[in-house]
């Protein structure tokens, strides 16, 4: 997917960033309109490996904005079919209780982005 | 005219913001309280408020521009006080990410004043992704669309005395490709 490019303000990544899609794009323009700093995808997290110490089940979280110490996980998603993420957070807040982590909504990201209806496959 | 139900009367309201306004007028005795009202969805709540407020304050206004039109959030009505050394009380409608309100502190923390706080009717503490000093709110809401009492859809129902909350899959409005005020649904 070809996303327009962006000069961002409040990265404070090192590489710049490669959205998987237009969600995030939104939320890092977003995030950037209101000078939140954030940083993406900067870390990944093991929820789960073998006896043999092999990785099964891993999570990066989309954002992490670093005066919040908070990690963000876009979902588009209808609320009701977030299940699958809702129960990677929960592996990740149980196995990382330090981490603060939070599902950014679609309807979060159309707040800020003062509409009702955002269409993200643009 | 189709609206969802009313979730909270304006008697119910004016009760709260009678609860708010008493507390308020407690904390702030004696102090240089200036009430700073973001225009324009808390306009309602915010002169309601006021006139609950049994001791000498301010008020004082500013909007922000909304997002979409420029690189960055910017001032479209600036304050018309100094706030130096006062007692800031940042009067919203509705709190929910704090985004926004968040910027507002940072820029008013920039003039240095004495205190900052936050008034809020409808607060969604649930949502938030920043730290905000909220320190009164009148109700605790869901993740819905609220109406009326200063909360707007594309500038219309703010005038309606109570608060009435929309579904979206009730069909009370089209919300498909509708630019609704962020008061509506922020």
């Given at each position: 997917?070809?996303?327009?490019?962006?000069?961002f303000q409040a990265f404070?990544?090192?590489?710049?960033?490669?959205?998987?899609?237009?969600?995030?794009?939104e939320c890092a323009k977003i995030l950037d309109y209101y000078g939140v700093p954030w940083?993406?995808?900067?870390?990944?997290?093991?929820?789960?490996?073998?006896?043999?110490?092999?990785?099964?089940?891993?999570?990066?979280?989309?954002f992490?904005l670093?005066e919040q110490?908070l990690?963000l996980?876009?979902?588009?998603?209808?609320?009701?079919?977030?299940?699958?993420?809702?129960?990677?957070?929960?592996?990740?807040?149980?196995?990382?209780?330090?981490?603060?982590?939070?599902?950014f909504?679609?309807?979060d990201l159309?707040r800020l982005a003062e509409?009702?209806?955002?269409?993200?496959?643009? | 005219?189709?609206?969802?139900?009313?979730?909270?009367?304006?008697?119910?309201?004016?009760?709260?913001?009678?609860?708010?306004?008493?507390?308020?007028?407690?904390?702030?005795?004696?102090?240089?309280?200036?009430?700073?009202?973001p225009?324009?969805?808390?306009?309602?709540?915010?002169?309601?408020?006021?006139?609950?407020?049994?001791?000498?304050?301010?008020?004082?206004?500013?909007?922000l521009e909304s997002y979409g039109r420029g690189t960055g959030v910017k001032l479209?009505?600036?304050?018309?006080?100094?706030?130096?050394?006062?007692?800031?009380?940042?009067?919203?409608?509705?709190v929910d990410t704090g985004l926004t309100l968040n910027y507002l502190c940072k820029t008013?923390?920039?003039?240095?004043?004495?205190?900052?706080?936050?008034?809020?009717?409808?607060?969604?503490?649930?949502?938030r992704l920043v730290?905000l000093?909220?320190?009164?709110?009148?109700?605790?809401?869901?993740?819905?669309?609220?109406?009326?009492?200063?909360?707007?859809?594309?500038?219309?129902?703010?005038?309606?005395?109570?608060?009435?909350?929309?579904?979206?899959?009730?069909?009370?409005?089209?919300?498909?490709?509708?630019?609704?005020?962020r008061?509506?649904?922020r």
């Amino acid at each position: 997917m070809a996303l327009e490019t962006h000069d961002f303000q409040a990265f404070r990544g090192t590489e710049p960033p490669r959205f998987a899609n237009r969600a995030e794009l939104e939320c890092a323009k977003i995030l950037d309109y209101y000078g939140v700093p954030w940083e993406y995808e900067p870390r990944t997290f093991v929820l789960e490996a073998g006896e043999d110490g092999r990785v099964l089940e891993a999570f990066t979280p989309d954002f992490y904005l670093p005066e919040q110490d908070l990690y963000l996980e876009v979902t588009v998603m209808k609320q009701s079919l977030v299940t699958r993420k809702n129960r990677k957070l929960r592996k990740l807040r149980a196995r990382y209780p330090e981490v603060n982590a939070k599902l950014f909504y679609k309807r979060d990201l159309e707040r800020l982005a003062e509409r009702l209806s955002v269409n993200f496959e643009a | 005219m189709s609206l969802g139900e009313v979730y909270f009367t304006a008697a119910q309201i004016r009760h709260r913001v009678g609860e708010l306004g008493a507390e308020i007028a407690r904390d702030y005795e004696g102090r240089d309280l200036l009430l700073v009202v973001p225009l324009k969805g808390s306009i309602v709540f915010a002169t309601d408020l006021s006139r609950c407020i049994r001791i000498h304050h301010a008020l004082d206004f500013l909007q922000l521009e909304s997002y979409g039109r420029g690189t960055g959030v910017k001032l479209l009505k600036d304050l018309d006080a100094d706030i130096g050394g006062r007692d800031v009380l940042i009067v919203e409608d509705v709190v929910d990410t704090g985004l926004t309100l968040n910027y507002l502190c940072k820029t008013i923390r920039l003039r240095a004043p004495s205190s900052l706080a936050i008034v809020t009717l409808l607060d969604r503490p649930y949502r938030r992704l920043v730290e905000l000093p909220v320190r009164y709110v009148g109700f605790t809401v869901p993740d819905e669309l609220f109406v009326g009492y200063g909360f707007d859809l594309d500038q219309r129902y703010r005038n309606l005395p109570d608060l009435h909350v929309f579904r979206r899959d009730r069909g009370h409005v089209s919300l498909t490709d509708s630019r609704a005020g962020r008061r509506a649904s922020r």
